[in-house]
């Protein structure tokens, strides 16, 4: 049976308003606006399921944002000014791919938890810019973690640089260059005696080893400040283009991770920055014989193909490349790229997984 919505302008404000996180999504909102007036959670999404038309079994919650702001006395299109604010760069074909900002396109990223005391000490989660510290209260406050950083200054520059920096590239806590420095780091941890830093990090965050689940919270500026160094178009284009051999690329991805964090290489760290610049190479290859379309042997653009293959091969550094600095290799007819329409609809992906 069709469900039918009531018009938002004939939906009654709660009686006790709350003001909204900068970000927040409407999920997070709606639970911390029935807190405040008495409500259940579930009550309350029940009755904004009902009034939007929305059917209650796992319903979604970001489409009954007009009703949503009824409710809580916003202004009408709070929410979707609020993500046009926050959303993240892609490359599209406005731009023929190339790396340029476009004022049309854009994604949220994936909503994460938000400071707990910005919240007031409630729950909610936000998808706005930046990453898993607070630069306010000085808090790690992403996967269930809650730890004080006023020790560790590093943090907060880490912050502002992903969500300034970072966040123009189209970098977030869930695109994959975040992860792919993280592995690096902790693959290099587990065979190298710690300095003083990190382990004055751990002792502070009671964490006895650094592994591939704590890498982030223990190295965050360090990973921040590589990849950094990772995505730049230069040292990306360096790292994966035919014109240099494997050895050379594999060994400046190793001195990048020992010069940030301050050590010496090891054979894990030799071994997982082969498994990275291989499958990156890989996918260029892959790009260079790219057609156009399945009907056609015609090359693809090769901005575009770029695209396409770091999709297809879950290699997240093809989409920080231009074509201004990388060899281009005699064109042999392979996969078609796909359509413009399916890659638009596309996320990044983080890379598989990677043993070492």
Not at 151 to 173: D, M, N, Q, V
Request: one cysteine or more; proline letters at 6%.
């Amino acid at each position: 049976m069709t469900r039918i919505a009531s018009p938002p302008d004939q939906v009654r404000s709660l009686p006790i308003a709350v003001r909204p996180l900068a970000g927040e999504t409407v999920t997070g909102y709606l639970a911390r606006l029935a807190n405040a007036n008495a409500l259940t959670p579930r009550l309350l999404r029940l009755h904004v399921t009902d009034i939007a038309g929305i059917s209650p079994y796992r319903p979604d919650l970001e489409r009954a944002a007009p009703w949503a702001e009824r409710l809580g006395g916003l202004p009408a299109g709070h929410f979707a000014r609020d993500i046009q604010r926050n959303s993240m760069y892609v490359r599209c074909h406005h731009h023929g791919w190339a790396p340029y900002q476009c004022r049309n396109c854009g994604y949220t990223q994936p909503a994460r938890a938000a400071c707990r005391r910005c919240a007031q000490g409630e729950e909610t989660t936000v998808h706005r810019r930046g990453g898993a510290v607070c630069n306010r209260h000085r808090r790690w406050h992403i996967e269930g973690g809650d730890h004080d950083l006023t020790a560790f200054p590093e943090y907060l520059h880490a912050e502002r640089c992903l969500s300034g920096t970072l966040w123009k590239r189209g970098i977030g806590l869930s695109t994959g260059e975040l992860q792919l420095a993280a592995v690096l780091v902790g693959h290099w941890t587990i065979d190298t005696v710690l300095n003083d830093r990190l382990r004055a990090r751990m002792t502070s965050f009671g964490i006895g080893a650094v592994d591939q689940d704590t890498a982030l919270l223990v190295a965050y500026p360090e990973i921040v400040s590589l990849t950094t160094v990772l995505t730049d178009p230069s040292f990306a284009s360096y790292l994966l283009t035919p014109r240099f051999s494997t050895a050379q690329q594999v060994w400046a991805l190793e001195a990048a991770v020992v010069t940030i964090m301050h050590g010496s290489t090891t054979q894990r760290l030799h071994e997982v920055a082969q498994q990275i610049v291989a499958r990156g190479k890989a996918a260029v290859e892959t790009a260079y014989g790219m057609r156009q379309r399945a009907t056609n042997k015609r090359p693809a653009a090769l901005e575009k193909a770029l695209i396409a293959s770091s999709d297809r091969h879950r290699a997240c550094l093809l989409r920080h490349l231009s074509t201004v600095r990388i060899q281009v290799l005699p064109y042999e007819p392979g996969v078609a790229a796909p359509r413009t329409r399916v890659l638009d609809r596309r996320r990044p992906q983080p890379d598989p997984a990677i043993s070492g």
